[in-house]
């Protein structure tokens, strides 16, 4: 993105040393398809008029992406484009014009949010990748991840978020969310995602995470009985899920007996971990391990983001991720 530098941001893009910031922005600037994504909100996106003129799209559409990226809150996103210039330069902003407010900020995504447009700019990268030839569409592997929720009653309502529940994973209770996404077994792309209360069983959303040109799904053993489901009876894909850990305890007191079998289980979790590196670049290297705010559909609009691919050494989601990409988050 091209834009007049201020003499402060000059210095700043001739030092020495790039940070990992700075690299990692780099990538994004070079690697995302903007116009295109651009060119899904443009049509809802305001208009100059007698008001006061807005930002330009592109500005709006980068500071959102790193609020994600980097799980800042809107003011916290502020404050960042006015004190740390890679930021500024990423959004084509500098400190001699306007820096947008952490209102316009939360306008912009409220925008997103009421024409479920970030689904539409998920649907646009995989569309892009596929064109592209990254996305493969031979099989799928499809998983669940449990996304907390803040369960403080201390609001207006005096109530914790409606629209969470709570969950119970081994013997630990959960308060939030579940993201389930359908990932390219060939690429480790992202293709498919929707978005639950954590209460929600696995198998509720399986026909969500399917394309339909799949030949094979690897699943794990939450997703058994699958093939049965009357949403998925058309499904011709072939269904591989693991056996129930218990089941799989009492075939390892017999190993050389069972051996085939214990063998098959361990390839079918060879061959499903790769679903498993969506949720560690979300969780681990974005930290968004805890939802910001109240109500599901606000929930989407951050998590879309994250899984619309962007690459990771090991993990792709379509702003999250392209095969030849490696990238670690500052």
Not at 77 to 84: G, H, N, S, T, V
Not at 139 to 151: M, N
């Amino acid at each position: 993105m091209d834009q007049q530098l201020t003499f402060a941001d000059s210095e700043f893009s001739n030092k020495r040393r790039q940070t990992r910031k700075e690299k990692f922005l780099g990538r994004m600037d070079k690697l995302i398809p903007w116009a295109r994504l651009e060119a899904v909100i443009e049509p809802h996106y305001p208009k100059a008029g007698n008001g006061r003129r807005p930002y330009p799209l592109s500005t709006m559409l980068r500071i959102h992406c790193m609020q994600q990226w980097y799980n800042l809150s809107d003011p916290a996103m502020e404050d960042a484009l006015y004190e740390i210039a890679s930021m500024r330069l990423f959004a084509g902003l500098s400190l001699d014009k306007a820096i947008p407010d952490h209102t316009t900020i939360l306008k912009f995504r409220h925008l997103l949010e009421r024409h479920d447009l970030a689904r539409q700019i998920f649907e646009e990268v995989n569309q892009w990748l596929s064109e592209a030839g990254v996305l493969l569409k031979e099989g799928s592997l499809v998983d669940a991840t449990i996304i907390e929720a803040p369960s403080s009653t201390k609001n207006k309502a005096g109530e914790r978020d409606p629209e969470m529940h709570q969950a119970k994973k081994g013997n630990q209770w959960h308060f939030g969310m579940k993201a389930h996404i359908g990932v390219d077994a060939r690429t480790g792309i992202t293709h498919s995602f929707s978005t639950t209360a954590a209460n929600e069983h696995d198998l509720n959303q399986a026909d969500q995470l399917l394309h339909g040109e799949e030949a094979f799904i690897f699943a794990d053993a939450g997703y058994r009985g699958a093939e049965k489901r009357e949403e998925l009876k058309d499904v011709s894909a072939d269904w591989h899920i693991a056996e129930q850990p218990g089941q799989l305890k009492i075939l390892k007191k017999h190993p050389r007996i069972n051996k085939v079998k214990i063998r098959t289980e361990y390839l079918k979790a060879s061959l499903r971990a790769k679903v498993e590196h969506p949720f560690r670049i979300i969780k681990c290297q974005f930290g968004f391990v805890k939802a910001r705010y109240r109500g599901l559909k606000k929930k989407k609009i951050g998590v879309r983001a994250l899984f619309s691919p962007r690459s990771g050494s090991n993990c792709r989601g379509g702003l999250g991720l392209l095969r030849d990409l490696s990238v670690q988050v500052p």
